[in-house]
């Protein structure tokens, strides 16, 4: 990489002690930025951390020499150096005098795009996503400079605030022979975009932090005309852009659409759900985590319905190292719980990507990488819409699987995690059993994908289309009694050939006790007492004490769980649990 910043220009506008402190420092060259601000001292940044220049406090005469050595502040209360791309950005006081200042180091670095540049080649539409600092405008300036010079189109910048291709008329050489608009003020961003268009026949427009509705609209304009669209939005992750109702229409925006009885039932949700209602602006978004590792999501639209029926998509980690070889690797977000995992499988990019299929259970009648289901479960608080509740529900993934023992296998020859399909089973009693007792046990909604059916004996018995859906793709059915921890753990415990614990195993216990009120956990602390230290030793029944219906169901549970039975007896608000010796 080639780097070029003009920092003699900028150290030329601070005052003279700061500006011979600088130039003999030792990290002169990874210098990111200088703060000024009245009655304080200044401070240099740099990557690793800051350090003031002076123990002098900063005099408004100071600030007041740094604002004549610069160009004319705009609407976004940013200046520049005239040829150079350094950013000089103001904080006014409520009379509007400057009263601080940020003098950031604009820097040109050739080659910072080696990671994508056979997607920048493909014409397709790509947008930049990244906490500030990271180098979206960088990227931005290089991917013009590329288009233009290396594949001779016709590339116009929209610069809105002169930090693509510098302060003044004439751009920086950094852009090569890409074409710049300046925009007069923030506001009207989006009108100077559309003009871009209609006047000058681009090829390719550049535009750097689209933040408004007007801008996202005419960015879809723009698109449906035939125009290559790179651009940055605010955001770290395109998860980030799916909740904000400003930007959503970026990855083609989001509608809550109500299913028919059918659909819903071969979906396996609800009948109100969250789906993308127009392709996306983007086909391709760029999550720049660190300066030498992105991830590239090739499909946004199918990140976005994956996201939507809360499925964790399977992305494209691009890594560089300092020899500049670049790295591709395929994240697997949806194993053990949705953290993070990269597929070992990484190969040599050398301006090529990868077409080789990644997946996990890429064996015997599976399809490889199945996307894995997952459901919210997040009560509706005050304030919130049914929309918001419906957004919130797609974004959670605790569908994991951690397993405890060295099995690679289930009881049939399977793949672990064992994809188990549940019918008329409580799904959230599903994810506590899994989670709590670390079963290698994955659900999913799609019966084509899993290794077995788990269903309650009532519904089967009831649904002859279910029967014949596992007989045609050879998916055996285990059925349980009730839905009901108890019998939920002794079903997957069957379904991976594992034995069941002793009677009063602590672990097992603990789904009992998950996340329970004050009120719950008491009373299952006096059953479970009630059962071991009465009912099993001496053999004598025992009454509890008076219980809401919710208790009272809570300490049935845990009696099955001990193997015996007990009963409700009396009336409201005294009934209360019975438990006979076996």
Same mark, same amino acid.
């Given at each position: 990489?080639?780097?070029?910043?003009?920092?003699?220009?900028?150290?030329?506008?601070?005052?003279?002690?700061?500006?011979?402190?600088?130039?003999?420092?030792?990290?002169?060259?990874?210098?990111?930025?200088?703060?000024?601000?009245l009655?304080?001292?200044?401070?240099?940044?740099?990557p690793?951390?800051?350090e003031?220049?002076?123990?002098?406090?900063?005099?408004?005469?100071?600030?007041?020499d740094?604002?004549?050595?610069?160009?004319?502040?705009?609407?976004? !209360?940013?200046? *520049?150096?005239?040829?150079?791309? &350094?950013?000089?950005?103001?904080?006014?006081?409520?009379? *509007?005098?400057?009263? #601080?200042?940020?003098?950031?180091?604009?820097?040109?670095?050739?080659?910072?795009?080696?990671?994508?540049?056979?997607?920048?080649?493909?014409?397709?539409?790509?947008?930049?996503?990244?906490?500030? *600092?990271?180098?979206?405008?960088?990227?931005?300036?290089?991917?013009?400079?590329?288009?233009?010079?290396?594949?001779?189109?016709?590339?116009?910048?929209?610069?809105?605030?002169?930090?693509? /291709?510098?302060?003044?008329?004439? $751009?920086?050489?950094?852009?090569?022979?890409?074409?710049?608009?300046?925009?007069?003020?923030?506001?009207?961003? &989006?009108?100077?975009?559309?003009?871009?268009?209609? !006047?000058?026949?681009p090829?390719?427009?550049?535009?750097?932090?689209?933040?408004?509705?007007?801008? /996202?609209?005419?960015?879809?304009?723009?698109?449906e005309?035939?125009?290559?669209?790179?651009?940055?939005?605010?955001?770290?992750?395109?998860?980030?852009?799916?909740?904000?109702?400003?930007?959503?229409?970026l990855? *083609? #925006?989001?509608?809550?659409?109500?299913?028919?009885?059918?659909?819903?039932?071969?979906?396996?949700?609800?009948?109100?759900?969250?789906?993308?209602?127009?392709? $996306?602006?983007?086909?391709?978004?760029?999550?720049?985590?660190?300066?030498?590792?992105?991830?590239? %999501?090739?499909?946004?639209?199918?990140t976005?319905?994956?996201?939507?029926?809360?499925?964790? $998509?399977?992305?494209?980690?691009?890594?560089?190292?300092?020899?500049?070889?670049?790295?591709?690797?395929?994240?697997?977000?949806?194993?053990?719980?949705?953290?993070?995992?990269?597929?070992?499988g990484?190969?040599?990019?050398?301006?090529?990507?990868?077409?080789?299929?990644?997946?996990?259970?890429?064996?015997?009648?599976?399809?490889?990488?199945?996307?894995?289901?997952?459901?919210?479960? +997040?009560? !509706?608080?005050?304030?919130?819409?049914?929309?918001?509740?419906?957004l919130d529900?797609?974004?959670? +993934?605790?569908?994991?699987f951690?397993?405890?023992?060295?099995?690679?296998?289930?009881?049939? #020859?399977?793949?672990?995690?064992?994809?188990?399909?549940?019918?008329?089973?409580?799904?959230?009693?599903?994810?506590?059993?899994?989670?709590?007792? %670390?079963?290698?046990?994955?659900?999913?909604?799609?019966?084509?994908?899993?290794?077995?059916?788990?269903?309650?004996?009532? &519904?089967?018995? +009831? %649904?002859?289309?279910?029967?014949?859906?596992?007989?045609?793709?050879?998916?055996?059915? %285990?059925?349980?009694?009730?839905?009901?921890?108890?019998?939920?753990?002794?079903?997957?415990?069957?379904?991976?050939?594992?034995?069941? $614990?002793?009677?009063?195993?602590?672990?097992?216990?603990?789904?009992?006790?998950?996340?329970?009120?004050?009120?719950?956990?008491?009373?299952?602390?006096?059953?479970?007492?009630?059962?071991?230290?009465?009912?099993i030793?001496?053999?004598?029944?025992?009454e509890?004490?008076?219980?809401?219906?919710?208790?009272?169901?809570?300490?049935?549970?845990?009696?099955?769980?001990?193997?015996?039975?007990? +009963?409700?007896? #009396?009336?409201?608000?005294?009934?209360?649990?019975?438990?006979?010796?076996?």
């Amino acid at each position: 990489m080639t780097i070029t910043d003009d920092l003699r220009k900028l150290l030329a506008i601070l005052p003279q002690d700061l500006r011979q402190m600088l130039e003999q420092h030792p990290q002169r060259d990874s210098l990111v930025e200088v703060v000024l601000d009245l009655g304080r001292r200044p401070e240099a940044r740099f990557p690793d951390g800051a350090e003031y220049l002076s123990e002098i406090p900063v005099t408004q005469q100071q600030i007041d020499d740094c604002i004549v050595r610069v160009g004319t502040f705009g609407g976004d !209360n940013r200046a *520049g150096i005239e040829q150079t791309l &350094h950013r000089i950005s103001a904080i006014r006081n409520r009379t *509007g005098k400057i009263i #601080g200042l940020t003098c950031r180091v604009g820097r040109a670095i050739y080659g910072t795009i080696s990671m994508i540049r056979d997607l920048v080649e493909n014409g397709q539409s790509i947008l930049m996503l990244g906490r500030p *600092g990271v180098g979206k405008t960088t990227v931005l300036r290089e991917i013009a400079r590329v288009l233009a010079d290396d594949l001779d189109k016709r590339v116009v910048i929209i610069d809105t605030s002169n930090e693509i /291709a510098g302060d003044g008329d004439v $751009p920086h050489p950094a852009i090569g022979r890409a074409r710049r608009m300046q925009v007069s003020h923030p506001s009207e961003q &989006h009108q100077v975009m559309i003009e871009a268009v209609e !006047n000058h026949m681009p090829e390719v427009i550049v535009i750097d932090e689209i933040g408004t509705e007007l801008e /996202a609209l005419a960015s879809r304009t723009i698109a449906e005309r035939g125009v290559q669209l790179i651009g940055t939005a605010h955001g770290n992750q395109i998860e980030n852009l799916i909740k904000n109702p400003t930007l959503s229409d970026l990855v *083609g #925006g989001i509608q809550a659409v109500t299913l028919g009885d059918d659909e819903a039932r071969r979906r396996g949700s609800q009948k109100t759900v969250l789906e993308r209602k127009a392709p $996306p602006t983007f086909e391709i978004a760029v999550e720049m985590q660190e300066r030498q590792r992105w991830v590239v %999501h090739e499909s946004v639209a199918d990140t976005i319905d994956n996201l939507l029926r809360g499925r964790q $998509p399977t992305p494209q980690v691009r890594t560089i190292d300092d020899g500049g070889k670049v790295a591709i690797a395929r994240q697997l977000t949806a194993i053990n719980g949705g953290a993070s995992q990269t597929d070992r499988g990484e190969e040599t990019f050398r301006g090529r990507s990868s077409n080789r299929t990644n997946g996990w259970r890429a064996s015997g009648q599976m399809r490889p990488l199945v996307p894995l289901n997952a459901e919210y479960q +997040n009560g !509706n608080g005050s304030g919130r819409s049914e929309f918001d509740r419906l957004l919130d529900q797609s974004f959670n +993934n605790s569908n994991g699987f951690e397993s405890n023992g060295h099995k690679d296998s289930g009881p049939n #020859g399977e793949d672990l995690p064992l994809h188990i399909y549940p019918y008329g089973v409580s799904r959230s009693q599903l994810d506590q059993v899994v989670g709590v007792l %670390h079963l290698p046990v994955m659900l999913t909604k799609d019966i084509d994908s899993a290794d077995a059916i788990l269903a309650l004996r009532s &519904h089967v018995k +009831n %649904h002859a289309k279910l029967r014949q859906m596992a007989k045609a793709r050879q998916v055996p059915i %285990h059925m349980i009694k009730s839905s009901t921890i108890p019998q939920i753990t002794r079903g997957l415990r069957r379904l991976l050939n594992i034995d069941e $614990p002793e009677v009063g195993d602590e672990h097992e216990l603990q789904l009992f006790l998950h996340n329970g009120s004050d009120d719950e956990m008491d009373a299952l602390e006096e059953a479970r007492l009630a059962v071991e230290q009465i009912v099993i030793p001496k053999g004598q029944p025992v009454e509890l004490l008076p219980r809401s219906s919710q208790v009272r169901k809570m300490q049935h549970e845990l009696v099955e769980h001990y193997r015996l039975k007990s +009963n409700s007896f #009396g009336e409201e608000p005294n009934r209360r649990l019975r438990i006979f010796p076996a």
